[in-house]
Structure formats: structure tokens, C-alpha cells
């Protein structure tokens, strides 16, 4: 049951019902609407598509359901799987005698592991210890149970490998035996036979759920009563992967293009953002100086839309993930000199530069100063993103590019009310770079490490064709004219500087004609001096005005993913001959004053 556009819909749990989007209608599809019997469910029963065909849904009771329209209607594809009949453990104690059925058919499939290389290979697990497997889609079952599984032993996760279709793994929970061990089984020979594979687990720590890497061969992660494990040899050995994670019981794993979504039993989603360092680990370890690791597809997304202050400090609320590519490197050993971080456009020109050394540095051989942090704020400071830095320390680092080029020279900046406590940026950014391909290179101690990057547009957005070209060539406009502004002032400064300093040194003669001067000068540079306007009018323009009506614009035209509008590139075709008028100014003031003789 793919998506359709047309009529959206969405299947979950507890009983199957399919829910449209467009109108909110429930419709229950289940299987056995009215209970009879026949069939047996937990609240909990497995569901999901086939890895394969997204129209191939799986269901599971005590026996395996399939449909391909929707829940229409449903094929059974095997016999009842679970176990027939089995003692009550002795560690049930007192319910023992409160046992109906005395023991007989409780079972049910509690996990289903279709292959993701054969449509027709499926694993399924019980919670009453039993795994079956099919190679041609039902047709012959195979029980295939490790011997150390008894009755009352919870197959509570299966994973069939994304590479090997004689490889599985399964996570087994057995609180009912009062056995908190971890347990996790794999076959390598389509379940002929089976390993216990928990080394570096602690031996209390009961395993809920097993994944593999959909990417790298081997790495596997795993699901426990405490947290989360990582395997880099299919599960031979394991070593925490907890970090940040607090104590949860994590109840299932899902690997998404790049990151790790972890669900846990009390205490949410949560999600390790960009796995790619642990796809590469054995490659840095090999590093005997520097390992820039290949950074994951990093996908323009505008980051937030809200338009309201932040979240009071009190609120309980999740960490976005870092908006832009984030680029790992390790240093086998600290570095000497700065280390660099370029970003360069499919042509080989550069886009983006940072350094250990300074934040940031231009596009322009000479680097810029580091970011000054502000001092004059009308906004709480713990909204404000702390500056980056590239570090020279040995060990892993992270650095996030937020996909944007050098921020434009504009003489007032401000922080969006849109803001994220402790990681809003400073605006004006640089322009949204356009989707395509970049290359990312770190430079370490005289020697540089290459990698690829692919930026992503959002998926959600629907643009002209075109549309991201027009915005972008029009946002470098806008930041070629604020440089033009930027260093006009810089002159008009420096030519009233030289003014100051020969009025000191002349008679009363010749200060009048330098005065003069200086007047013109501020009238260039923020409009001092000059008549008011007429009402409804704007007076002559100078270099600090026009330098915060390109802001405005520029900040109009990078608002939003969208053709830029005719009023736009009008606006800014005015502001563009305004800025050629005041440089003409500019010369004209600068040809007086250092023409002027002794």
C-alpha cells in the first residue's frame, strides 16, 4: 500500500485501520474484525511493508497476514507458527494456577524480518520462542529454532541482513525465565545453525532489538533494557553507544539514510544525527595524521518557520539537528599549524573558508577578522549561536557548514525571532549555496584531505524551474553592491580622516575649503548636514542608508525559495544605480581633497 497523492493514508497498530488524510475518515482493515478465535493478536503485533514493494504490507497473529491492496482483503501465508502446547515455568509462580488454557496456544508472531535482497525470503520470531523461515513466500515454512531457545522465550526483534541472504540476526528478551542475560543470535548459514553474540555486553542488560547498517557490512546496533550498543564486526564484539542517551529502555532501532532513530519505552524518540563517522571508523583509525571523514548528503532545508519567540528555558524540548552538512575529521596527533576547512563549488571555485586560526575568512585571499560578539542586544543572550571553531586537539571533530556562502558586509546585524535557545544564528548570512555537488578539503599541517559532498533540496519544496538560479544570482548582486557600499564607506571614513588631520595643521584660510570638504563627506556617508526632505519624501541618499536598504532587500530575496518577484529586482535596480551615483560622489570628493595642492 504505497502512498497516493490522491488519497494519503497511513496503517498502524493495536487493530489495522487506514486513515486519509484528506478527509480524516478511519476505516478498520483488519483482518478478523470480529474476534472468533481463529486468529490470536497482541496490541503490539508486527507491521510493516516489505523493504521490496512498498504495496506488500505484513501483519502478524499466530499466523503471517499479507495484503496488496490496502487491507482489502488479506491472504494468510503460513500455518500457525507458535508452539502447540508447553509447561508453565516455575517462575510464573502464583499466576501459574490462573493459566485458562493451561499452557496451550498463547503464542504469537512478535517479529517478521522479510530479506532485502528476495521478495520471497521472509524470518519470523515468536513470543514463545520459535523462528520460522520461508524462501519461496509462504508456500513451505522451515522451522529453523536455535536450540537454546526454550518456551516462554521472547523473539522480541529480527533482522534479516541487507547484504547476505543467509544471514539474520535476533534479539531475545526471557523475563519470564527470570533470565536478564543478553541475547542476541545469528546465523550465517540461514539458521542451520546459530552463535550467541553479546561480547561487551553487560551481562544484565536484556537486549530488546538488533539492526544492521544498511550501508556498512557488519555494523550493527542493538536495543537494551539501559541503551544502545554498536557491533562493528556483525556482532563478535560491542561497545557502548550511549553518549548523551539517558538510561531508557530502548525498544526498537531504525537506520535512516544517516542518522539513528532510537525508540525508547518512556522517554521519547530520540536520534544520533549523521552516522557516517562510525561507516568510516575503520579508516580513520588507520589515519597516521589526519582522516577527513566523506560527509553525509546535507539537505537545504530552511530550519525553522516559527514565528514566535523561543521555547522558555523550563520547557521541556527535543535539540534540532544541525542545519547544514556536518563534517567530521580526526587528528591522530594535535596540530601545529592552523588547520583549514574549504568548501568548493563543482568548478573548483571556493565558496566557504574557515580556519583554527580566525572563524571565518572571505572567499578573498586575504582572511577576514574573527566575528566580534555583540554587545548591544535588545534579546536574551542565551538565544544566541556561540561561534565555531575548527580545533587542532587530537582526537574526532565536528564542524556544521550551514550551506550558506560569506556573510555580506552589512553594518547592522539582528537575530530572527525565530529563534532556537542557544543555537540562533546571526543574520545576514551568506546566499543559500544552490543543490548540487561540492567538495569539502581540510588542510593539516601542510598535507589536504579531499571528500565529496552532494547538498540536497528540501523535498517538500515545489520551485519553478529556475527558480533557485534567479534567487541566487540576484542574492550575489545584492552582496557585490553591500561590498561596493562597504568599501565606499571605508573611503569616505578614510578621506575624513586625512580632512581632520590637515585641518590641524593649516591656517584659518585654508580650513574654511577643508571644512568644506568634510561636510560633503558626512553628507556621503550618513547624510549630515543635508536640508529634510519634503514631507513624504526621501532626502539624498547616502552610503549608511543604502547600506540597510540592501539588507532589506537582500533579505527579502533569500526570505523565502521562490522566484524572485518583479518589485524586487526593481528595488534593487534602484539601490544598484543610487550606490553608482554615490561612488561617483565619492571620486569626485576624492579628487578634491588630494588634488588640492599644499
Known sequence: MAPDPLHPDIVYGGKVTRFHWSTGEVQDVSPE??????????RTMPLLFSPLDPHVLYLGGNVLFR????????????????????????????????????????????TIAPSFTRPNLIWVGTDDGLIHVTHDGGRKWTNVTPTALTPWSKVSLMEASHVDTLAVYAAVNRFRLDDLHPHIFRTKDGGRTWTDVVEGIPSNEVVNAVREDPVRRGLLYAGTERGV???????????????????????????????????????????????????????????????????????????????????PPDEPAAKNPPDGAIVDYYLARPA??????????????????????????????????????????????????????LSTARGMHRFVWDLHGEPPPAMRHEYPISAIPGDTPREPRGPWVLPGRYA??????????????????????????????????????????L?????????????????????????????????????????????????????????????????????????????????????????LGDLERALAELLARLRELERRFYNRGP
Open 33 to 42: 474484525p470480529v474476534r472468533t478465535g481463529r486468529y490470536r493478536f497482541v
Open 229 to 311: 550498543y554498536v557491533s562493528f564486526d556483525a556482532g563478535d564484539h560491542w561497545q557502548s553507544l550511549q553518549l548523551d542517551l539517558p538510561a531508557s529502555s530502548v525498544r526498537d532501532l531504525v537506520v535512516h539514510d544517516s542518522d539513528l532513530v532510537v525508540a525508547t519505552h518512556g522517554r521519547s524518540f530520540w536520534i544520533l544525527d549523521d552516522i557516517t563517522p562510525l561507516r568510516q571508523i575503520a579508516a580513520a583509525a588507520a589515519a597516521t595524521a589526519a582522516y577527513l571523514y566523506r560527509p553525509a548528503p546535507a539537505v537545504r532545508v530552511r530550519w525553522t518557520e516559527n514565528t514566535d519567540t523561543p521555547l
Open 440 to 481: 569539502v578539503r581540510l588542510a593539516v599541517g601542510g598535507e589536504t584531505r579531499t571528500q565529496p559532498l552532494v547538498v540536497r533540496m528540501d523535498p517538500r519544496a515545489q520551485l519553478v524551474p529556475g527558480a533557485l538560479a534567479q534567487q541566487f544570482a540576484l542574492a550575489l548582486r545584492i552582496v557585490a553592491a
Open 483 to 571: 561590498r561596493g557600499d562597504s568599501a565606499a564607506l571605508q573611503r569616505v571614513r578614510a578621506v575624513r580622516m586625512e580632512v581632520k588631520r590637515a585641518r590641524e595643521r593649516v591656517g584659518q584660510g585654508a580650513a574654511a575649503a577643508l571644512d568644506s570638504l568634510d561636510g560633503r563627506a558626512a553628507a556621503l556617508e550618513s547624510g549630515a548636514g543635508e536640508p529634510p526632505p519634503p514631507p513624504g519624501q526621501r532626502g539624498k541618499e547616502n552610503l549608511i542608508r543604502l547600506n540597510g536598504d540592501l539588507v532589506a532587500v537582500y533579505g527579502v530575496v533569500e526570505g523565502s525559495d521562490a522566484t524572485p518577484t518583479a518589485a524586487v529586482r526593481a528595488a
Open 336 to 389: 601545529a599549524a592552523p588547520v583549514t576547512l574549504e568548501i568548493l563549488d563543482r568548478a573548483g571555485r571556493l565558496v566557504r573558508r574557515f580556519s583554527s586560526a580566525s572563524l571565518s575568512s572571505s572567499s578573498s585571499p586575504s582572511p577576514e577578522r574573527p566575528e566580534q560578539p555583540d554587545t548591544a542586544l535588545n534579546i536574551p543572550l542565551m538565544w544566541i549561536r556561540p561561534p565555531q571553531t
Open 67 to 110: 495484503t496488496v491492496n490496502g487491507g482489502q482483503s488479506w491472504q494468510v501465508m503460513s500455518p500457525d507458527l507458535t508452539r502447540a502446547a508447553y509447561d508453565v515455568p516455575a517462575s510464573l509462580g502464583a499466576f501459574t494456577a490462573l493459566d485458562p488454557e493451561k499452557g496451550t496456544h498463547r503464542g504469537v508472531i512478535y
